[in-house]
């Protein structure tokens, strides 16, 4: 197979990345990596191709240390810097938006940016539409090259993309155990021209030899914190026992490649199109498996492989939600099962404006709510109304001509007026949608029962003639906190 890819005009990178994750994990408990000589450990990766490195703002001092590393790399330009910018939930403006990108070029000692993929913890809270929209201005100015995202679902990367913005990838977790990007996010992805980064492809080292054939670890034993989270992954795809038979199969296929069970894990993720390359993470200092990333890309799977993968990989419970919800609803598969070592909380969208002592009320600050008089939503007693509400956030109308694309925008509108006034979406007890044009009514009804799934709220849908250029779609919805 092919050993690199092409993401975009200027982004080629290797099908196997090096992801630095593991960087911050060492410098637990206030430790800091020497810079230069961690930097040198590197170079063995490049010489045998492996010039893509995965970094983060939260990964320690991964960026300083590749910096470091590539300014004295001798074929430096064959060196591609894949970092993110992870911030914390609340407003962005434009200054937190360079300042950040400004941070990791100075980190990194670059003048550009080969790759910056953006986190959201939040989708209705439209702060990360906005961080977005002033990346690609960051683009257009050439301080950033690509854009890509990370943790996405498929129905937000399609917000995005849909919105204009040029995303060339979405960094996911995504392995023979976890496959929620073989679903929807595989269609947007084919449809967009968006390709994936894998990580998570060996589950923390878990689809290793090393773990074959042994009890099931104590959690609280456990010693990084990939290992942690990805032993929930087990936990809720069926059990150690399930894993372990899982495990045989993989083992047995391994043996007649021989290679390890390692490799044929990550290197079966290569096999869908939209996936252009795994990241695998690398301890530096501590183990370098550079033999055996390139022994990997030449394993070639015959048809029995595939059968026999697939239906072992049948008796796994699906991991549940969309691709990044382990960072977004219970349950988080986390390494410390929620949020707490991430965030403190998450600050309400929309200010809460009291009436009088039975009544509260959101406003949104579109143009309409001021120049016709009305709320976002309002809160009398245990109820709440939500006003009939279109994909607009400040100036811009969301989700351009892409119908399903407006639609998640307008529910993540209703889910934070919601949210504002103490409920969730999960207390919407009816709903109304009208439709621009009928012939639109099935991806504008698909959009709802993706996000109403479980909830199921009393719904009408309608063709009405709606107010503004370009809207497809508007909703309004009744939930009730009692």
Not at 192 to 211: E, H, I, M, N, P
Not at 372 to 400: E, F, W
Not at 452 to 468: C, M, Q, S, W, Y
Request: glycine residues 6%.
């Amino acid at each position: 197979m092919k050993t690199s890819v092409k993401l975009s005009s200027t982004l080629t990178i290797p099908k196997v990345v090096i992801g630095l994750w593991q960087i911050a994990d060492m410098e637990r408990n206030n430790s800091t990596l020497e810079v230069e000589k961690t930097a040198l450990f590197l170079e063995d990766y490049a010489k045998a191709g492996f010039c893509a490195f995965d970094m983060a703002d939260h990964y320690g001092s991964s960026e300083i240390i590749v910096g470091s590393f590539k300014k004295k790399f001798e074929k430096k330009e064959t060196l591609q810097l894949l970092t993110k910018w992870v911030p914390r939930p609340g407003p962005i403006n434009r200054e937190m938006v360079r300042n950040a990108i400004d941070t990791a070029l100075e980190r990194t000692q670059q003048k550009s940016i080969d790759l910056l993929q953006f986190h959201a913890w939040k989708y209705s809270d439209p702060s990360w539409l906005d961080a977005l929209f002033y990346l690609k201005e960051l683009k257009e100015e050439g301080i950033i090259k690509n854009i890509g995202v990370t943790n996405f679902d498929a129905h937000h990367l399609r917000v995005a993309l849909a919105s204009g913005i040029p995303i060339v990838s979405n960094q996911v977790s995504h392995s023979l155990i976890d496959r929620r990007a073989l679903g929807e996010m595989k269609n947007v992805c084919e449809t967009f021209q968006v390709k994936l980064l894998a990580y998570g492809t060996l589950l923390g080292g878990f689809l290793s030899d090393r773990w074959y054939g042994v009890k099931a670890p104590n959690l609280n034993d456990l010693k990084t914190w990939s290992q942690m989270k990805y032993f929930r992954f087990i936990e809720t795809a069926g059990g150690w026992d399930t894993f372990q038979s899982f495990l045989k199969t993989v083992k047995s296929i391994a043996e007649k490649h021989d290679t390890t069970l390692a490799n044929i894990a990550s290197r079966y993720i290569l096999e869908s199109d939209h996936v252009a390359a795994v990241i695998i993470g690398a301890r530096l200092g501590e183990n370098n498996h550079i033999e055996a990333h390139q022994e990997m890309l030449q394993i070639r799977f015959d048809k029995d492989d595939c059968i026999r993968l697939e239906h072992a990989i049948k008796e796994f419970i699906p991991i549940p939600g969309n691709c990044g919800d382990e960072y977004r609803t219970p349950p988080f598969l986390t390494a410390s099962g929620d949020l707490s070592h991430h965030l403190e909380n998450f600050p309400p969208v929309y200010k809460n404006t009291s009436q009088d002592n039975n009544k509260e009320q959101v406003y949104s600050g579109t143009v309409w709510e001021d120049f016709a008089g009305y709320s976002r939503a309002v809160k009398k007693g245990d109820r709440i109304l939500v006003s009939g509400t279109t994909a607009t956030h400040g100036k811009n109308l969301i989700g351009g001509e892409d119908a399903a694309a407006q639609t998640h925008f307008v529910i993540d509108k209703i889910e934070a007026a919601i949210e504002s006034l103490g409920g969730s979406i999960k207390d919407i007890i009816r709903t109304r949608v009208f439709v621009n044009n009928i012939e639109e009514w099935e991806e504008v009804a698909k959009a709802h029962g993706i996000r109403f799934k479980g909830i199921d709220p009393v719904n009408t849908l309608v063709e009405a003639k709606l107010v503004g250029k370009g809207y497809k779609v508007e909703i309004e919805a009744e939930a009730d906190l009692s």
